[in-house]
């Protein structure tokens, strides 16, 4: 008898073996059935053609913006400060006027802004300063509120395409008739999942990029509020 359960058992580990070699050979084939980005992509419809123009945009800003922020936080504005003090102190207003129209940043233009105007109140100096400060940050941030817009829209972009996804998943199944099955719905809720994961990338990459511009800019800010008050405090000097 114990022989016999014995037996009925090995049969049983045996099949149990077989059912999980079987299992496991049709789950590596159908992982190796693969979907590649492109390919999800091109399913998602009309939809992921402008999610990838957003994208596009967002990438050529972010690259144009970046590296004029960089050359402008790599300026030598300590260099050009000295060198301004130094024609200050020899009362050479003109050699000062000079260097600064001479010199391609930011500083310098806040600077000549500054030093047509000596001879007035220094409030007055300081107000043209700051508008002129006003008008180079604004160009600073030429464009970079795009990429803050796509970084919203993407992701409503991409609930559009769910909201047709389904629309077209029901507009095939109300016409299958009695012949629906998981084909009719297929394109459809494909379609609106794809869009869906491809607005929140976008989005997500946007916002990322934004941000960065963001911080890249506040410390440009900051190193312009710092030579003003360093261009202020020259002016207030007492005279040798």
Partial sequence: MFKGILLVINEIDTAVQSVSETAGTVATEITTEKLSLWEMAKNGGWIMWVLLALLVLCIYIFIERYLTLNRTLKSDSAQFMSNIRGYIHQGDVDGARSLAKSTNSPIARMVDSGLSRLGRPLSDIQTSIENVGRLEVSDLEKRVSLIATVASLGPMIGFLGTVTGMIKAFFDMAHAGNNIDIGVLSSGIY???????????VGIIAYFLY?????RINNVVFQ???RTIEFMDLLNEPES
């Fill in 211 to 215: 941000t960065l511009l963001v911080s």
């Fill in 191 to 201: 379609e609106a999942m794809v869009t869906t994961v491809g607005g929140l990338i």
């Fill in 224 to 226: 312009l509020e710092a």
